[in-house]
């Protein structure tokens, strides 16, 4: 909710001021790309005890966000020749969909990686091992051991809990919520290398942002197209 909302709201806003501000974009988009860099980035601090914090920050970062894709676009319109305009917004909303699967692949491929070694190392070695959640002395033990964490990977959490409760290799039955606690923790810890890169994306947009001319001689009653 905050998110789309925050998105939405940042839009709003950022396109009430372009014409109050008399097309100054290049002030406006400096702000919207500095508060969607400066508040993505900081949503690396989540972790599961600080969740109302994290909520703030997100609507910062969507209302950032907002404030950059949806003028972007109107922005566009507005500066390319009436015969364009049409061009202009599919190349407008090209780039913002190849932009995401870039941006998607970068980040999925980095979070998943971060999220096995911290799985790995947090749930299966420290939790699930060391304090003998289940036994890893035997071969069937560690591949129970490594069976859970893999299904704590993909959300499979009723079949952790029937494991929990029916393998001989389980030495301890009631360690769920430790091992959910830790694994939090895990996923925590690994979210946090996604809204890192995001601060290099969200950099080269505000560095940008200082280029961008004003559009306040474009400001007229004209109309394209009319109806």
């Not at 090209?94 to 999220?115: D, E, M, P, T, W």
């Not at 299966?124 to 129970?144: D, Q, S, V, W």
């Not at 809204?195 to 474009?218: H, N």
């Amino acid at each position: 909710m905050p998110i789309g909302f925050g998105i939405i709201g940042g839009a709003v806003i950022c396109l009430v001021l372009i014409p109050i501000t008399k097309g100054r974009i290049r002030a406006l988009m400096i702000f919207f790309t500095g508060m969607m860099t400066a508040c993505t980035g900081a949503v690396a601090v989540s972790n599961p005890h600080n969740l109302n914090a994290v909520y703030a920050i997100i609507t910062f970062a969507s209302i950032g966000v907002g404030g950059v894709i949806i003028p972007s676009s109107i922005i566009a319109q507005i500066a390319c020749p009436d015969e364009l305009i049409a061009t202009i917004t599919a190349i407008t909303l090209s780039i913002r969909y190849i932009g995401g699967a870039i941006g998607f692949a970068v980040y999925s491929n980095l979070f998943f990686r971060k999220v096995t070694s911290s799985l790995t190392d947090i749930v299966a070695t420290k939790t699930l091992a060391m304090r003998g959640i289940i036994n890893p002395l035997t071969p069937e033990g560690l591949a129970t051991i490594a069976h859970v964490t893999e299904l704590i990977g993909n959300a499979r959490f009723a079949e952790i809990k029937e494991i929990m409760a029916t393998s001989p290799m389980v030495l301890q039955r009631n360690a769920y919520p430790v091992i959910i606690a830790n694994a939090q923790e895990a996923f925590a810890l690994a979210y946090r290398w996604p809204y890192y890169v995001s601060i290099a994306f969200g950099g080269v947009c505000f560095i940008l942002s200082f280029f961008v001319g004003d559009i306040g001689s474009l400001l007229t009653a004209q109309v394209a197209a009319p109806v």
